[in-house]
Each structure stands twice: as C-alpha cells, then as structure tokens.
C-alpha cells in the first residue's frame, strides 16, 4: 500500500509559476509510472502529466504542453510536476497517481493510488 501526499499548490497570477510534488510518505513508486490529473469544479477529472517507471518518458495533454514539466525522483520518492506561464483555465485541484504499470497512462483506471490533492488557482 501506498499513502501519496501532494503539496505545492496555491494562489498564483496569470504567467506565474507553482512546482507541485509528490511525495509516497508509505511504500514506494520506484517500480511504477506516475501521473498528475487535475479536476476543476463541476468538470471530469483530466490527464495533465505522465512520466514512467525510470522517468525516461513523459507524456502530456496538448492544454499544458511546454508549460509543464514533470519529473521523478526514486531517492527522494517524490514526483514533481513544474507548470509555467499558468492561465485561469488551469485553476483546479491536481493530483497525483501511482501507475499499475511500466508506462504512463492518460486513463485514471490505469492507477491505482491516489493523494488528497493540491489546490492551484490562477488568477486573470
């Protein structure tokens, strides 16, 4: 089992920057791909960011393409997820998920641990 924890959300202006992370305070994702969805209010949850299991490969949604980065750290069991030049659109909750497998996923079932989530606002 594994407790993921994410932190690094706030309040921030149109074109400014926030660097979320995730930390497994219980177990490890060393052998896991992970990703960042966010939800805002009254939408479906989406895909925002994905890295596999040895963060050689990363995927992202065309919405935060070269405005984020994501990256995996197995000595500090933590991933971060980088957003650049953010926009009100981006305003939601993110999280982050553990991969059941090798390889990033842009489909929530493909994970199977979920943090509490970290609230971004973006204003105009």
């Known amino acids: 089992q594994v407790h993921l924890v994410e932190s690094g959300g706030g309040f921030v202006q149109s074109g400014g920057s926030l660097k979320l992370s995730c930390v497994a305070s219980e177990g490890t994702f060393r052998w896991n791909a992970m990703g960042w969805f966010r939800q805002a209010a009254e939408k479906e949850r989406e895909f925002v960011a994905g890295v596999s299991w040895n963060g050689k490969w990363t995927d992202y949604a065309d919405s935060v393409k070269g405005r984020c980065t994501i990256s995996k750290d197995d000595a500090q069991n933590t991933v971060f997820l980088q957003m650049d030049s953010l926009k009100p659109e981006d305003t939601a909750v993110y999280y982050c998920?553990?991969?059941?497998?090798?390889?990033?996923?842009?489909?929530?079932?493909?994970?199977?641990?979920w943090g509490q989530g970290t609230q971004v606002t973006v204003s105009s």
């Open positions: 998920g553990r991969g059941k497998g090798l390889a990033s996923s842009q489909f929530d079932s493909a994970y199977d641990a």
